[in-house]
């Protein structure tokens, strides 16, 4: 019996691999080609709306050219490569299965060059060519462990926040070190190719080993699911002069100016008329409303929804705008679709405006919680919060819930209304200078200089420049 058992494992182990695009060779995977684009056309639209889609339809225009482009020379050229710009300050690129590669408007700030930009997005596609995020999927399910969240939410209120639990653990997948070797080789061969050069690549390598990781509980940074840069700016360097030795174009460039004319007025940092956190307080000019939030807690602001997590995430805020038209009736979808024990419901106003509160127990295939949950009548909608935590934590966490929810009120202060994001200008300089003289003549902070040179990467801070030559400048 045993041997019958072992034998038919092997059977289904040897029907189950594949033949890798890149390499040639057997490896072992559970999802078909047919199956991979699905997923992609799934989740797509899910991390779209989770994460925002930056306005700027040139830009978005721009990236989906070169990626196409470096989509035709790849070892699956005739996937449908997409492109996305992220609205997300958070330094970062990453791909789905089925082709979708995005790039986040904060890593288009630091990169220099449109050389730079294909060497990322190469880099990328490498992993979707060499089928990395599937493979390590099909090992995750021989092993019956799933991807997992890896994010603040528990699996049981993973449903809150609006995404699939797989889509949105695809964001969170590390690679390890021998796929990252193998898409940096393919970024770098696919970015030369059509003609860049990925030297830029490698500097970018060095901004991102002088630039500290500061993970939130949202979409991670590019130093949380990427390896050591540092270990990776002599080897693309030296994949960079191979590649070229080996295509031996005419040329390779890096357009510069192209790419700082694409990305001038581009939005630096935290947009606050996305809404934005001041004294613990969030602010949303956009749809003029404001509520306190718990002290100490991260805050993390998405398109869609508002993620507060206490230390230690024992406990959760989730605010965002609800479809239905009265609270009573997103209160009642609400009981419905998560199957809450409701242990209180009452009607109350919350500044005037109508309003329900519930308190309930959902209990899931792992863990229950406790939940506190406020629907609002507003000028949008029905705004809703749900704050959890586990049973026994829920006496401590109901007062901050109850604080917070019910501190939801119209937002008229002219400051808050009015404020206005950073963004990227690019600017001439008047006269030969160096880069450090050239922030004091643009009046830039003393406070700044340090990012201004990150921003500005390609040369030193008191190297000479050139009259006419471009910098970067927020403001």
């Not at 935290?270 to 718990?294: A, C, I, M, S, W």
């Given at each position: 019996?045993?041997?019958?058992?072992?034998?038919?494992?092997?059977?289904?182990?040897?029907?189950?691999?594949?033949?890798?695009?890149?390499?040639?060779?057997?490896?072992?995977?559970?999802?078909?080609?047919?199956?991979?684009?699905k997923?992609?056309?799934?989740?797509?639209?899910?991390?779209?709306?989770?994460?925002?889609?930056?306005d700027?339809?040139?830009?978005?225009?721009?990236?989906?050219?070169?990626v196409?482009?470096?989509?035709?020379?790849?070892?699956?050229?005739?996937?449908?490569?997409?492109?996305?710009?992220?609205?997300?300050?958070?330094?970062?690129?990453?791909?789905?299965?089925?082709?979708?590669?995005?790039?986040?408007?904060?890593?288009?700030?630091?990169?220099?060059?449109?050389?730079?930009?294909?060497?990322?997005?190469?880099?990328?596609?490498?992993?979707?060519?060499?089928?990395?995020?599937?493979?390590?999927?099909?090992?995750?399910?021989?092993?019956?462990i799933?991807?997992?969240?890896?994010?603040?939410?528990?699996?049981?209120?993973?449903?809150?926040?609006?995404?699939?639990?797989?889509?949105?653990?695809?964001?969170?997948?590390?690679?390890?070190?021998?796929?990252?070797?193998?898409?940096?080789?393919?970024?770098v061969?696919?970015?030369?190719?059509?003609?860049?050069?990925?030297?830029?690549?490698?500097?970018?390598?060095?901004?991102?080993?002088?630039?500290?990781?500061?993970?939130?509980?949202?979409?991670?940074?590019?130093?949380?699911?990427?390896?050591?840069?540092?270990?990776?700016?002599?080897?693309?360097?030296?994949?960079?002069?191979?590649?070229?030795?080996?295509?031996?174009?005419?040329?390779?460039?890096?357009?510069?100016?192209?790419?700082?004319?694409?990305?001038?007025?581009?939005?630096?940092?935290?947009?606050?008329?996305?809404?934005?956190?001041?004294?613990?307080?969030?602010?949303?000019?956009?749809?003029?409303?404001?509520?306190?939030?718990?002290?100490?807690?991260?805050?993390?602001?998405?398109?869609?929804?508002?993620?507060?997590?206490?230390?230690?995430q024992?406990?959760?805020?989730?605010?965002?705008?609800?479809e239905?038209?009265?609270?009573?009736?997103?209160?009642?979808?609400?009981?419905?679709?998560?199957?809450?024990?409701?242990?209180?419901?009452?009607?109350?106003?919350?500044?005037?405006?109508?309003?329900?509160?519930?308190?309930?127990?959902?209990?899931?295939?792992?863990?229950?919680?406790?939940?506190?949950?406020?629907?609002?009548?507003?000028?949008?909608?029905?705004?809703?919060?749900?704050?959890?935590?586990?049973?026994?934590?829920?006496?401590?966490?109901?007062?901050?819930?109850?604080?917070?929810?019910?501190?939801?009120?119209?937002?008229?202060?002219?400051?808050?209304?009015?404020?206005?994001?950073?963004?990227v200008?690019?600017?001439?300089?008047?006269?030969?200078?160096?880069?450090?003289?050239?922030?004091?003549?643009?009046?830039?902070?003393?406070?700044?200089?340090?990012?201004?040179?990150?921003?500005?990467?390609s040369?030193?801070?008191?190297?000479?420049?050139?009259?006419?030559?471009?910098?970067?400048?927020?403001?």
């Amino acid at each position: 019996m045993k041997k019958i058992f072992l034998f038919l494992l092997s059977f289904w182990f040897f029907t189950s691999c594949s033949i890798d695009p890149v390499t040639g060779k057997r490896t072992f995977n559970l999802i078909p080609e047919e199956q991979e684009m699905k997923m992609g056309r799934e989740y797509d639209p899910q991390i779209s709306a989770m994460y925002g889609v930056y306005d700027d339809k040139e830009l978005q225009n721009y990236v989906a050219g070169i990626v196409e482009k470096l989509g035709k020379v790849s070892h699956r050229s005739k996937i449908p490569y997409k492109a996305r710009v992220m609205d997300s300050p958070v330094v970062n690129a990453f791909a789905i299965p089925g082709g979708y590669v995005y790039v986040t408007r904060g890593i288009l700030a630091y990169l220099e060059d449109e050389a730079a930009l294909a060497g990322v997005m190469g880099h990328e596609i490498g992993h979707v060519a060499a089928r990395h995020s599937v493979e390590q999927m099909s090992q995750a399910q021989l092993l019956q462990i799933g991807l997992g969240l890896g994010a603040a939410l528990s699996e049981t209120f993973a449903q809150y926040a609006g995404i699939a639990q797989q889509g949105l653990g695809l964001l969170f997948l590390k690679f390890g070190r021998d796929d990252e070797r193998e898409a940096d080789r393919l970024g770098v061969e696919y970015a030369t190719r059509i003609g860049y050069d990925t030297h830029s690549m490698a500097e970018f390598f060095t901004v991102l080993d002088r630039m500290s990781s500061a993970n939130g509980p949202g979409l991670p940074d590019f130093l949380s699911t990427h390896p050591n840069p540092r270990e990776r700016v002599a080897r693309v360097g030296q994949l960079t002069e191979e590649w070229e030795k080996k295509i031996n174009a005419s040329e390779y460039v890096k357009n510069r100016d192209a790419y700082l004319d694409h990305i001038n007025g581009l939005v630096f940092g935290n947009d606050p008329r996305q809404g934005f956190v001041e004294n613990n307080v969030f602010y949303h000019p956009g749809l003029k409303f404001q509520f306190p939030t718990p002290a100490g807690w991260k805050v993390n602001n998405l398109p869609t929804q508002v993620q507060m997590v206490a230390e230690k995430q024992a406990a959760a805020i989730i605010f965002k705008l609800d479809e239905a038209k009265t609270p009573a009736a997103a209160a009642d979808v609400f009981i419905q679709n998560n199957k809450l024990r409701v242990e209180s419901r009452k009607t109350l106003k919350v500044h005037g405006a109508p309003a329900v509160e519930l308190t309930g127990i959902v209990a899931g295939a792992r863990d229950t919680i406790k939940v506190m949950s406020y629907f609002i009548r507003g000028a949008q909608g029905v705004y809703n919060f749900v704050g959890y935590s586990s049973p026994t934590g829920f006496t401590a966490y109901a007062p901050v819930f109850r604080k917070t929810m019910s501190g939801l009120r119209r937002l008229s202060d002219r400051d808050k209304l009015n404020r206005q994001p950073l963004r990227v200008h690019i600017r001439a300089l008047p006269r030969a200078m160096t880069l450090k003289q050239a922030l004091k003549h643009f009046k830039v902070p003393a406070g700044k200089m340090e990012e201004h040179f990150l921003l500005n990467s390609s040369v030193k801070p008191d190297q000479k420049l050139n009259r006419g030559y471009r910098i970067k400048v927020v403001f």
